[in-house]
């Protein structure tokens, strides 16, 4: 079969495909959802990224610090899987509002419902490591979770199997806040930082300015700028469904609806 008449096969499949599926809504990347809960690619990244995580903290030598020790993590999709609720959100047609994700954030840690929250391959082998380690680590959450959401996020932690939640500390969002760099220059001040997790570069503290004390939010325009740290004392979660890197595809975009099918049907099954 030649190039042409394969490529216009692939269009009239996925016109024909897309006029099935008009009812649903494209807010979402389908693909790299799809990617995410299905590929074992991404399990490996994941499971990858906690393996050099946990080997950094195990050369982590307490006696050295001057303040306690501390690991900062992010929640969602860097501790907690919620690709159920955005395969269903596909499905449904319903785009993300504020009232829906508080009802999945509440109604996801029943543990007899079938869609629950789940959690990011490693991640949970890598917290009951390091709280079993004695070296007096504590762990921190800094989550854009709003601060209302705290006990369930608790009972999210424990669902997944997570140890020892009471002990934790979590920093969620108050109302005013837009970054969480005012919450990392909290920990800082109080833990030494010895490893940061997340999904986006907005859940990583870049440099203090001393005659500011503010701290640089670490952005697409700068994240060389810190690779002595990618894979030492940061270390990164693959996010393709959501993020700052989506936002070229905001709003209306006939490409992005064109190429991104929809496959969280899939997702919301496997």
Known sequence: MHCSQRIMMILLFLCSFLSACTSIVTTENNLGLLWRQASGEYRAVCLQTYKQALEAVRQYDPASASKPPAIVADLDETVLDNGRFHAYS???????????????????????????????????????????????????????????QLEDSQKALRLIGVRNVEQAVFLLKSPGMKTKQSRYREVASRYEIIAMLGDSLGDFMGEIDPATGESEEVTGDNPERYQARWGNQWFM??????????????????????????????????
């Not at 109604?107 to 990011?120: H, I, K, L, N, Q």
Request: aromatic share 12%; hydrophobic share 35%; proline share 6%.
């Open 90 to 148: 596909r499905i449904s047609g319903r785009p993300f509002s504020q009232e829906r994700w508080d009802e999945w954030v509440r109604e996801s840690v029943d543990p007899t419902r079938a869609y629950r929250v789940g959690a990011v391959p490693g991640a949970v082998d890598f917290i009951n490591a390091v709280l079993g380690m004695e070296k007096g680590i504590t762990m921190v959450y800094v989550s854009n979770r709003n601060d209302y």
């Open 237 to 270: 979660i693959p996010n393709p469904v959501y993020g700052s890197w989506t936002q070229p595809f905001a709003g209306e975009n006939a490409a992005k609806d064109f190429f991104l099918t929809q496959c969280a049907e899939k997702c919301l099954n496997h």
